[in-house]
């Protein structure tokens, strides 16, 4: 009898936290895992679970990645064109151009938030040894795509610190996107030409 209750036991608990896991797992708790222990079934069942979870997270990173990367994709072009619009004076066409751009942009945050918004949280996970990424490399590229509108518009650019590796755990596309509402800010409240020959700006790592 001891031995028969051993051996229910030993089905009964793996059993147990394998259902508790996946009900976790299906609340949102993405870092739920589970012993790969018991009968062989068991363990088989729950080294299955185990790779389930992680593709699961892998995929919500992806998609993160991807919400970043539409933000990054369509700010930049859309912060371009309302500095652009800035600059067509007064009249019936410019004010409707410009309102226009801030409808555009409102929209475009709206479909980002709510993305964002909808998607499990992730808190805590991680992604690998691929997660984050080189600062100096995306300070470097994004400063690269903006020294063309400086250069436009009379502003020195300079870059500084930015020449040796410096990995962080951010996402690139999610740091390319914060440098770009920054940048954007510099030519947006920054005046084209002030009374200074130019105004410079720096970017770098520390």
């Known amino acids: 009898m001891a031995v028969a209750d051993r051996l229910g036991i030993r089905m009964v608990q793996p059993a147990q936290r394998l259902a508790g896991a996946a009900h ?24 299955a679970f185990n790779s389930m979870a992680d593709q699961v997270v892998q995929l919500l990173a992806n998609e993160r990645e991807l919400a970043a990367d539409l933000s990054h994709r369509l700010r930049t072009p859309l912060t371009v ?8 004076g ?20 709206t479909i980002i938030r709510t993305a964002r918004e909808q998607r499990p949280q992730t808190q805590g996970i991680q992604t690998g040894p691929g997660a984050g990424c080189d600062a100096s490399e995306v300070i470097r590229e994004r400063m690269g795509f903006w ?53 410079s700006t720096t970017a770098g790592t520390r």
């Open 24 to 47: 976790d797992l299906g609340e949102g708790r993405l870092g739920t895992r589970v012993p790969e222990e018991g009968p062989t079934e068991l363990r088989s069942a729950a080294v």
């Open 81 to 88: 064109l309302r500095l652009n619009a800035a600059s067509l």
């Open 90 to 109: 007064e009249g019936p066409a410019a004010d409707q151009t410009r309102a226009a751009v801030e409808q555009l942009e409102h929209e475009v945050d």
């Open 147 to 199: 020294s063309a509108l400086a250069e436009d518009e009379g502003r020195e650019v300079r870059l500084a610190g930015v020449d040796r590796t410096v990995r962080i755990p951010v996402a690139r596309p999610e740091l390319a996107a914060a440098l770009d509402a920054l940048l954007g800010n510099v030519f947006r409240h920054t005046p084209r030409a002030p009374p200074s020959p130019s105004t």
